[in-house]
Structure formats: structure tokens, C-alpha cells
């Protein structure tokens, strides 16, 4: 199962990662079922479009590891939440008090979707090798060293990230439209002040006010978001934006 995420956030930063333990027949605790029930609401808004949803709580989870996070395995987008117990969970919810706490959900649940969505049409629904473990086994690698392929890796996870975040800004746009100008405070908030990587994985303000400058130019309608993550997928960088919307 192939993981990416906003979730990379708190932890390398720290918004994703999942677990390999299998779901135990637990009953879910307070930010567990608000997570499921949020998430249940958004991707039935997704169904039209084929892709299939799952969400596996992983009760054991340790504090410090990635909250939330994607993964796809078998044609299947899985969200893996790691939040009992977390502290990082209630440091990343609890950003930008002055907002509301579901609007705060949305848009980290509508990040990693974004995710979903770029593996799902850069793959033809094709799942990426791997299996669960593996996602695991990332979490606990050491930082990545500075070698060519190494620097082609951050360049595509910072891709990835980037796209993540104009998904999530479309998706407010397109469901909640009220709520577009405080998701993006609360992205560059999130970057600003959870995150201390400065390995250059991860935008901020400038990426974000040009992916806003982006989406006040086009119809914010359910296709954008198809829009988005195939441009992304196909093109790499943040070029769904950048085509249209002059660089800072």
C-alpha cells in the first residue's frame, strides 16, 4: 500500500502514515467516530466517479505517529487514522483556534483525498505494489540523504503535497464554499507553525495564495477536482495552478 499525505506534516511534519495491525473490534472513541462520520459524508459525495473508500482505525496507535494518512492498495483508497491517544492528532486539530473544528477536519480529510484521487487517475484504478506493512516501515526510515535520487524524491513528494493542498482548497470551493478563505489560513497556519521540516517537501502561504488566485478563476464545480488531481498526475508540479495564474 503506496502512503502519502498533508498528514506527512506534524510527524516529518506531521498530517499521514499507517499501521499494519489489523482493525480490533473496539468501539470507536470521540475523535475516531467524528473522523469516520466526516469522511463517511465526503466520499459519498465521490461515488459517482467509481472510487472506492475504506477507513481503518488503528486503536494501538503510539503517540507521536501520523495522525491520518492515505493509502491504496487493491483498486482501494484506504484512510488509516492513528488518533487515540495522539498528541500530535490534538495539536493539528486544535491549530487556528479562532476556527471551527469541523471546517479543521474537512480540510485534512479532503487533503488526503486529494491523494486518493491523483493515484486513482494516474493509475487507470490500478493499485500501487506494496502491501499495508509497508507503510510502517517508511514512518520508522531515516530522513532521506541528499543524492540525486533522493532529491527527485522530495521534488515528487513536494508534488504531491502541493497537489494535496489545491485539492483540498477546491474541494471548500466546490462543498463548502463559505469556508474557502479560512481553509487556506488554516493550511498555511498548519505549514507555518506545526512544521519545522525544511527539507523543502512542503509549500506554504506562497502556494497557496496561488492555488486561491487559481480557483477564483475557474467554475468550481465537481470536475475541477478530477481536473486537478489528472493534471497533477499527468504533468507533475503544481501545473493545474502555475498554467493559469502568474508565478510570485
Not at 503535497?161 to 482548497?169: H, M, P, T, V, W
Request: charge should be negative; proline fraction near 5%; glycine fraction near 6%.
Amino acid at each position: 500500500m503506496r502512503m502519502l499525505s498533508l498528514s506527512l506534516l506534524l510527524a516529518a511534519c506531521c498530517l499521514g502514515t499507517h499501521a499494519s495491525a489489523a482493525q480490533p473490534a473496539t468501539a470507536l472513541n470521540a475523535d475516531e467516530q467524528e473522523i469516520a462520520t466526516e469522511f463517511s459524508a465526503m466520499t459519498a459525495l465521490a461515488d459517482p466517479l467509481g472510487i472506492r473508500f475504506r477507513t481503518r482505525m488503528v486503536i494501538d496507535a503510539q503517540d507521536g505517529d501520523n495522525p491520518v494518512a492515505m493509502g491504496y492498495e487493491d483498486g482501494t483508497c484506504t484512510l488509516v487514522v492513528r488518533v487515540r491517544g495522539n498528541s500530535l492528532y490534538q495539536r493539528l486539530i486544535l491549530a487556528r483556534d479562532g476556527h471551527p473544528r469541523d471546517l479543521k477536519l474537512r480540510a485534512i480529510l479532503a487533503h488526503e483525498m486529494g491523494h486518493c484521487f491523483r493515484h486513482f487517475f494516474a493509475s487507470g484504478a490500478r493499485a500501487a505494489p506494496g502491501s499495508a506493512d509497508r507503510v510502517a516501515e517508511r514512518a520508522a526510515e531515516p530522513a532521506p540523504d541528499r543524492t540525486p535520487d533522493a532529491a527527485a524524491d522530495r521534488r515528487q513528494r513536494r508534488d504531491s503535497e502541493d497537489q494535496a493542498d489545491l485539492f483540498a482548497l477546491a474541494w471548500a470551493a466546490i462543498y463548502n464554499p463559505g469556508e474557502a478563505d479560512e481553509v487556506r489560513a488554516y493550511l498555511i497556519e498548519v505549514r507555518k507553525d506545526l512544521c519545522a521540516d525544511r527539507s523543502g517537501r512542503y509549500g506554504g502561504r506562497r502556494e497557496l495564495d496561488r492555488d486561491a488566485r487559481y480557483l477564483s478563476s475557474v467554475q468550481p464545480e465537481p470536475g475541477l477536482l478530477v481536473q486537478i488531481a489528472t493534471v497533477h498526475a499527468r504533468t507533475g508540479g503544481a501545473a493545474a495552478a502555475a498554467a493559469t495564474t502568474p508565478a510570485d
